[in-house]
């Protein structure tokens, strides 16, 4: 989805896990405890990226604690699209993709999987609500074209488009 909405927007595009898998290309990521420390690291690379940069499209699995005022410390123009599907459906395309290895997936049990979707959701429930919120139902198909327009209104101060 980052991805569509970057180039419908013309907008870059800076995703965390790209971030991260470049880290473990360049550094190596021998074991979970490394991934979670370049995850982090990682973390600090996009921040920095958003910051520097005038416009992008930022993807991210936010960290409702500390991304809120983060990024508000660095946009003064937000719109946030928040995904929204069931854990089981979010455990199961999780379950289902490829990543580079790195992420360590193969080590992680389906139950596992599944208990770290739910305490991901219960720890960061919803949006993180920093600015204009587009919520996308991503049970149903991807209209990138339409979502693109809702997210240019609120940029432009108006209301999003149905």
């Known amino acids: 989805m980052g991805t569509a909405l970057s180039e419908r927007l013309g907008l870059p595009l800076i995703d965390k896990d790209a971030i991260l898998e470049a880290l473990f290309d360049s550094l190596g990521c021998p074991d979970r405890d490394e991934r979670h420390r370049l995850s982090r690291a990682s973390d600090e690379v996009l921040y920095a990226l958003a910051a520097a940069s005038q416009a992008a499209v930022v993807v991210n699995w936010w960290d409702h604690r500390a991304s809120p005022a983060r990024l ?91």
Request: charged fraction near 30%.
């Open 72 to 162: 508000r410390g660095i946009a003064s123009s937000i719109v946030e699209v928040f995904c929204e599907c069931p854990v089981e459906v979010a455990t199961a395309r999780f379950a289902g993709r490829s990543r580079h290895p790195g992420h360590h997936d193969p080590v992680r049990s389906p139950d596992e999987l599944a208990e770290g979707v739910r305490a991901m959701r219960e720890a960061f429930r919803g949006p993180l609500r920093v600015g204009e919120l587009v919520r996308v139902d991503t049970e149903e198909p991807l209209d990138a074209d339409s979502l693109a327009g809702q997210v240019l209104a609120l940029l432009e101060g108006g209301r999003p488009r149905a």
